[in-house]
T-cell receptor, first 114, second 117 residues
Framework: AQKVTQAQTEISVVEKEDVTLDCVYE???????LFWYKQPPSGELVFLIR??????QNEISGRYSWNFQKSTSSFNFTITASQVVDSAVYFC???????????FGSGTRLQVQP | GAGVSQTPSNKVTEKGKYVELRCDPI?????LYWYRQSLGQGPEFLIY????????DSGLPNDRFFAVRPEGSVSTLKIQRTERGDSAVYLC???????????????FGEGSRLTVL
């Protein structure tokens, strides 16, 4: 069985603050893929990143960075200098070997106040 | 169109009625997925098509739910004898290929919000 836990239901920050969204996963697969998606108010999920289980190198893309730690089964997402446009629901997701279906967490709603 | 298109955007129906939800994927995308998202939850997988065939329908909750993709492009999700618990946003996504090297990037539509009264 696969499971993704996003313990933070909602986070509110003031613009320019840094914020970290937590993601903890469970899987019995030795090879798997982790994802982050953003869901703005329009409802359309937008792909942010994919990480393979055999690649633990952290990644930075502009104001976004991801910290993958296999030892703690975590794949956290940090937004630096948050902006109002970052306000959305963010989902962490997992895909195991040989499956196409993604298992999503319940999401974290981020509100960035001006 | 440029993105995944879903119709209708909103559907209100009465318990026991039959509904159809349509998904028009990005042109050339061979893989198509249906997910269901209840309020405050993450999307839950329903079914995946590769071309015309359903490669994985393990997420369909029961036999009231059925989906087709007869020509390998547009897909229709069909729900018979709707129940109040079927109320949710039904999301469609498409991707280019099912190879193991695929980035796994799914392109989602904006969803069809179904309300069963």
């Amino acid at each position: 069985a696969q499971k993704v836990t996003q313990a933070q239901t909602e986070i509110s920050v003031v613009e320019k603050e840094d914020v970290t969204l937590d993601c903890v996963y469970e899987t019995r697969d030795t090879t798997y893929y982790l994802f982050w998606y953003k869901q703005p108010p329009s409802g359309e999920l937008v792909f942010l990143i994919r990480r393979n289980s055999f690649d633990e190198q952290n990644e930075i893309s502009g104001r976004y960075s991801w910290n993958f730690q296999k030892s703690t089964s975590s794949f956290n997402f940090t937004i630096t200098a948050s902006q109002v446009v970052d306000s959305a629901v963010y989902f962490c997701a997992l895909r195991g070997t040989g499956r196409r279906a993604l298992t999503f967490g319940s999401g974290t709603r981020l509100q960035v106040q001006p | 169109g440029a993105g995944v298109s879903q119709t209708p955007s909103n559907k209100v129906t009465e318990k026991g009625k039959y509904v159809e939800l349509r998904c028009d994927p990005i042109s050339g995308h061979t893989a198509l997925y249906w997910y269901r998202q209840s309020l405050g939850q993450g999307p839950e997988f329903l079914i995946y098509f590769q071309g015309t065939g359903a490669a994985d329908d393990s997420g369909l909750p029961n036999d009231r739910f059925f989906a087709v993709r007869p020509e390998g492009s547009v897909s229709t999700l069909k729900i018979q004898r709707t129940e109040r618990g079927d109320s949710a946003v039904y999301l469609c996504a498409s991707s280019l290929t099912m190879s193991t090297d695929n980035t796994g990037e799914l392109f989602f539509g904006e969803g069809s919000r179904l309300t069963v009264l």
